[in-house]
């Protein structure tokens, strides 16, 4: 079938949508969880997301990541037409296992971090974010 | 009666979305201090020419802490890209005389100071008010030999922002007596008339309700002491005839012209309500 | 190669021996996503930078894969350890091929 950019976002807006065309979005985010987990089950704690709780403009949201030990994080936006945003992969010489960056959010969605630790298991967080549908385009 | 209707409207929506979401919202008192060094007035007494305002403040204020973040580094501030382009642009010779901005101009460190903060200012020989875009194509023109830029594209937005930034820090301080004043009494009349199918004008957004919420949009007081300015919403610099575009299409009206006499003097008037905030430009808003 | 791409780094000039700097980067490119569509409404391809890499003298820092949901002119600020003077080098790749790189030498002392 033909996938709009409309609809996609519509998929990521709600649940009237998401009855419409069942769960697309959170199969593909299942998938890209599988995909850097292998299946692993997922943990908590040892991973900070730092996100704003009300972003102004959705196309320019600063996030951060802090996993210290981990080998590398990978960053999700569940809402949006496409889920994966980035993997950072730590190197023997990342100063610490945290960075940042600036991500684009279709609209109010949760953003989900899962990190691989050195000893192999996976933890994940997620946040809220709300994102602003301004009235003045200017 | 409409104004009521309309003050009471944006009221309860205010009210809505601030029980809806609570913190984030920035703080009037936060300081802006860029680079560690450049401080910033974003909030002070309004002159005395902006008479139902008892304090003016910075765009600034009115954002979130992560949106205030972008302006308070020149690395992390996205508008450093354009000021970049700009520069190149300044040191390379263009048009039939060969000169670039640099031949006679030097650096913009040099030569720019102070510029933007009295910006737009009567020009005696031209005998009428000119903006930074008025000067920058008049040497484009007439000293380079070279084609004028358009008003709202990307070179002239670039180049504004370039000069702006020598005078960041500096309180604009814009000239409203003499010879400059019908522009500016026209430009008044301006803020102050409605426009469109809304019946809005400057004043019912930016100065009745300014710190209430439009919907989702938390109102500033609509100042342009960060102008051009750029937005996360387009991901590039924004020029103040650009905004003024904006705005009047949001009443749903049609829209003067960048360019226009009616745009330059409202910008006159609306840069001399921001008399004694800093020069931000090139800021960072949503 | 998209038009007007320009790599910039922050780093320290000098640091300890052993010290974790901070680093900063930003690079100008529109990174645009694949998702939206000209007046004409046909999509706009894809071209973005889909990988970015820091490394010190050889060894890397971090590496990063990059999806369109990366906003227009992509940042990112991480922590580096100096165990010695030496040189950065960080490298973006562009969906078309094009490769930007940008290096920045620490002294330590």
Redesign the interface.
Known sequence: MEFTRRGALAVGAGAVAASVLPSFAFASVDDAVAAFTGGAELGEGGLTLTT??????G????VSVDAPGAEAVMLLAAGNPSPDVCTFNFGPMAGAQSASTRIRLAGTQDVVAIAKMSDGSFVRASNEV?V??????? | MKTSSLRKTLGLSAAALAMG?G??LADADDNLVVNGEIEMVTQTEAPEHVEYLSTIRSGWTY?????Q??QMDD??N?AM?FV??ARASWNTAEGSEGKSCASCHGTPEESMKGLRAVMPKWNEEAGEVWTLEKYVNDCRENRMGADAWGWTSTPMRNMTALISVPSRGMPVNVAIDGPARETWERGKELYYTRTGQLELSCANCHEDNHDNF????HLSQGQINGFPTY?????RL?SIH??FK??V??TRAETFSPGSDDFVALQLYVASRGNGLSVEAPAVR? | MAK?V?P?V?VPGSASAGDVITI?T?I?HPMESGQRKDSDGNVIPRSIINRFVCDFNGENVIDVTMEPAI???P?FEFQAMVPEGGEFKFTWYDDDGSVYEEAKSISVG
């Open positions: 704003p709780e009300i972003a102004e403009n196309n320019t949201v600063p709300k602003t549908i301004g009235g003045c385009g200017g | 979401c913190a984030a954002r979130s802490d992560e949106t973040q972008f690395f992390d996205p890209i970049d382009e439009i919907r989702a949009d937005r996360l919403k387009n991901a924004n650009g905004r904006g705005c299409r949001d949503n | 007007g320009r910039r922050k900063k930003l100008s906003s227009t002119n940042y």
